[in-house]
């Protein structure tokens, strides 16, 4: 059961909200919910236990986050990967997903309009200004980006890119099974996360704005090494998550979990 009571200034409101967070109580949560280009418009909600937020968000007829998943590129298997993350997207039900692959002249603003967020794997590669001004424009007015692994070495040529991921791939230890630690347990990407987990994957080091905000972290030659932040860009936001080399490590519950719930708040939350 989910029960909402509108302020005076939001009776009339359609119920087109996609963000839900709140503190847990024993047997039910209250959140606050809020609308998409509106801060101001807060709805208090009471969920009970049982149902998922994706289940409330279905239930009551609330949209879902509208986003485009970009993948392609040299060196890894960004089709099989997409496979994988794909599904795991729209079984979330959060997200209402548009596929397209390699295609770099599908970023124009006509084309990106449509679209809250964009989820992006893709390797190496070079990018025109256009599709580029088009891609980082969108961003920066208000729309969420969610890389993954890769997406931290695309365009190595393009340092405007390279700033709005926040970041760029440095070298890599071996493929091998590494430990994950959350960093900020109190964020709402982190929500539900062991404080420490395995992986089998191809750790990541990259050079980065000390400005980010780093979310998890692990060991590399003694230094941690952020697996995941999020940062602003304009009025956009930004996650990366650098795990998801190929498709078994993208089969990870935990990189899952991060990756849905970081994909969800680029694609609602304020910078």
Request: with cysteine; glycine share 8%.
């Amino acid at each position: 059961m989910l029960e909402y009571a509108p302020s005076n200034r939001n009776r009339s409101q359609k119920r087109n909200v996609h963000s839900i967070v709140g503190a847990t109580s024993k047997r039910s949560k209250t959140v606050s919910v809020s609308f998409p280009g509106a801060s101001e418009q807060v709805l208090w909600f009471r969920v009970h236990e049982g149902k998922s937020r994706a289940s409330h968000l279905e239930e009551y007829g609330m949209d879902k986050i509208k986003t485009l998943f970009f993948y392609g590129g040299e060196i890894h298997d960004a089709k099989g990967c997409a496979k994988v993350v794909g599904p795991v997207l729209k079984k979330s039900k959060l997200f209402d997903v548009t596929e397209v692959a390699e295609d770099l002249s599908f970023f124009t603003k006509k084309n990106l309009k449509p679209f809250e967020l964009v989820v992006f794997y893709y390797t190496v590669g070079k990018i025109a200004d256009r599709p580029k001004n088009a891609l980082l424009n969108h961003i920066a007015q208000g729309a969420g980006y969610a890389g993954i692994h890769s997406a931290a070495d695309s365009f190595r040529d393009c340092p405007e890119y390279r700033a709005m991921v926040g970041g760029h791939f440095v070298t890599h230890p071996h493929f091998r099974e590494y430990q994950v630690s959350v960093a900020d347990a109190e964020h709402r990407i982190c929500e539900g996360l062991p404080m420490e987990f395995l992986v089998e994957d191809e750790q990541y080091v990259t050079d980065y704005d000390p400005r980010n905000h780093i979310l998890c972290s692990a060991l590399w030659k003694g230094m941690a090494m952020p697996v995941a932040w999020t940062k602003p860009w304009g009025k956009g936001r930004v996650f990366y998550c650098a795990l998801g080399h190929n498709p078994d490590a993208c089969r990870n519950a935990h990189f899952h979990k991060l990756f849905i719930q970081g994909a969800q708040w680029a694609g609602t939350a304020p910078a």
